[in-house]
């Protein structure tokens, strides 16, 4: 049976004003992301990919089109209705950590547990158990500046995953890694998606990119490639 889905973007279009002079960052976007899949979108600098996961991850609205997130429509929400979904529905991973330097790796992981709402009994079990997933459980107590910018990155996903989202997206997740902890945090990402995780990912680097099992390619804002990864 095919997976359900998750995500669907019909005729999604994104337009900046700014002087009168109208930026189109987005046009015509379908796109349809299904549960358990790892998609990466792709294309060159400027092409609207950041605008199309800031779309996605209910971080910013489209000028038109129709959003589905889990079988219900997400446009004309309300602000707090819409930090509500992303609270529980989207984890986040960014290309510069955005860990807090005086919190330790365990408080760090726990802090969207809080602002959920969550108890402190509710909290530790996810914690630990997205340190666990990660390999950084030996880290616990350890503050981002003891850590190295693999261990950093592995720490911001046991974060997003902590919250047991139904997506996460991960905003150029390797880019301010050398090519060893690169490689090391894709495999993670690889390992998550085999067991079960659905994730999408923007990419400038095609080498990653192919770590996928279907890309998107960008180009001016619009969809011009959506096709499996070669193996």
Same mark, same amino acid.
């Given at each position: 049976m095919a997976a359900r889905s998750l995500i669907s973007l019909e005729g999604i279009k994104k337009v900046f004003t700014t002087d009168e002079v109208e930026t189109h960052a987005l046009s015509d &976007?379908?796109?349809d992301i299904r549960q358990g899949e790892f998609i990466s979108i792709s294309g060159p600098s400027g092409c609207g990919k950041s605008t199309l996961l800031s779309i996605l991850? #209910?971080?910013? %609205?489209?000028t038109a089109g129709a959003y589905t997130l889990n079988g219900k429509a997400v446009a004309g929400l309300s602000l707090s209705r819409r930090a509500r979904i992303r609270n529980h529905e989207i984890g986040f991973i960014f290309q510069s950590f955005n860990l &807090?330097?005086?919190l330790n790796v365990y408080e760090n992981v726990? #802090?969207?547990?809080i602002y959920r709402g969550l108890s402190a009994g509710e909290r530790r079990p996810r914690v630990l158990e997205a340190l666990e997933e990660v390999g950084m459980s030996h880290r616990a107590k350890h503050v981002p500046n003891q850590l190295s910018g693999g261990q950093q990155q592995r720490v911001a996903v046991a974060r997003a995953l902590a919250?047991?989202?139904s997506i996460l997206l991960a905003d150029e997740p %390797?880019?301010?890694l050398d090519s060893t902890n690169g490689e090391a945090v894709m495999n993670l990402l690889k390992d998550l998606h085999r067991r079960g995780s659905t #994730?999408?990912?923007v990419t400038h680097d095609t080498r990653f990119a192919q770590h996928a099992e279907r890309t998107v390619?960008?180009?001016d804002g619009r969809i011009v490639e959506d096709a499996p990864c070669q193996a």
């Amino acid at each position: 049976m095919a997976a359900r889905s998750l995500i669907s973007l019909e005729g999604i279009k994104k337009v900046f004003t700014t002087d009168e002079v109208e930026t189109h960052a987005l046009s015509d &976007i379908h796109l349809d992301i299904r549960q358990g899949e790892f998609i990466s979108i792709s294309g060159p600098s400027g092409c609207g990919k950041s605008t199309l996961l800031s779309i996605l991850g #209910l971080l910013d %609205t489209p000028t038109a089109g129709a959003y589905t997130l889990n079988g219900k429509a997400v446009a004309g929400l309300s602000l707090s209705r819409r930090a509500r979904i992303r609270n529980h529905e989207i984890g986040f991973i960014f290309q510069s950590f955005n860990l &807090i330097g005086d919190l330790n790796v365990y408080e760090n992981v726990e #802090l969207p547990l809080i602002y959920r709402g969550l108890s402190a009994g509710e909290r530790r079990p996810r914690v630990l158990e997205a340190l666990e997933e990660v390999g950084m459980s030996h880290r616990a107590k350890h503050v981002p500046n003891q850590l190295s910018g693999g261990q950093q990155q592995r720490v911001a996903v046991a974060r997003a995953l902590a919250g047991r989202p139904s997506i996460l997206l991960a905003d150029e997740p %390797t880019g301010n890694l050398d090519s060893t902890n690169g490689e090391a945090v894709m495999n993670l990402l690889k390992d998550l998606h085999r067991r079960g995780s659905t #994730l999408c990912m923007v990419t400038h680097d095609t080498r990653f990119a192919q770590h996928a099992e279907r890309t998107v390619h960008l180009f001016d804002g619009r969809i011009v490639e959506d096709a499996p990864c070669q193996a």
